[in-house]
């Protein structure tokens, strides 16, 4: 069925005349150019009630290893809590019992939405944790390349050194290796 044919008012019915007699006017679904309302949206629930699920006393809190709420909202890529927890004004440059922030877990985790969200607000793109490991180091060892293009272009250093000697592109280098090397072995095991 077709747009038009959707938004064509159905024929004159016994019902339809009558409701025009009374001079009633039609309700949304009744009206020709009325669209449908939306399917209900699941409810999310409340940043309280998401940190006591969490465990977090309140939006300030450390959790397990020094976590915070918001450490942890973007470890599950919970986009819709770290906005709600910036609002009430979580610290996005703090950092973890391992130096690790918020867009640390972000870049391991979450998508390029967060990722910017969390910038914005002030989070250190080029902070290394304890490891001496950046975010842009991070998502490069990882093979998360969609973020190390993100990073990049909103000028995350590519220079930084780990201790290893490699800096992020060695990593993504050696992620790809990697990948190849395990591509190439599945290859040699598939049945012919």
């Known amino acids: 069925m077709t747009a038009a044919a959707l938004l064509r008012p159905p024929p004159a019915t016994a019902g339809s005349v009558a409701m025009a ?24 629930p409340s940043l309280a009630a998401w940190l006591a699920q969490q465990d977090f006393p309140g939006p300030h809190a450390r ?22 927890l910036l609002a009430c004004g979580a610290a996005p440059e703090a950092i973890n019992d391992d130096g690790n922030n918020a867009l640390w877990f972000a870049c391991m985790y979450a998508g390029p939405a967060t990722i910017l969200r969390l910038i914005q607000a002030g989070a250190p793109i080029d902070h290394a944790n304890d490891d001496d490991i950046t975010c842009l180091m991070q998502a ?11 990073l ?13 000697g490699r800096n992020a592109f060695d990593m993504a280098e ?19």
Do not use: K
Request: proline share 15%.
């Open 152 to 164: 990049l272009a909103q000028g995350a250093a590519p220079g930084p050194i780990a201790p290893d």
């Open 63 to 84: 959790g397990e290893n020094g976590d915070t709420p918001l450490m942890r909202a973007a470890r599950q890529g919970e986009h819709a809590v770290i906005e709600a």
């Open 21 to 44: 007699a009374r001079q009633t006017p039609p309700v949304a679904w009744e009206s020709a150019a009325a669209t449908p309302p939306p399917p209900p949206t699941p409810a999310r």
């Open 140 to 150: 490069a060892a990882s093979g998360r390349l969609e973020i190390v293009h993100l």
């Open 174 to 192: 050696s992620r790809g290796l990697a990948l190849l090397r395990l591509a190439r072995r599945c290859r040699q095991l598939a049945p012919s």
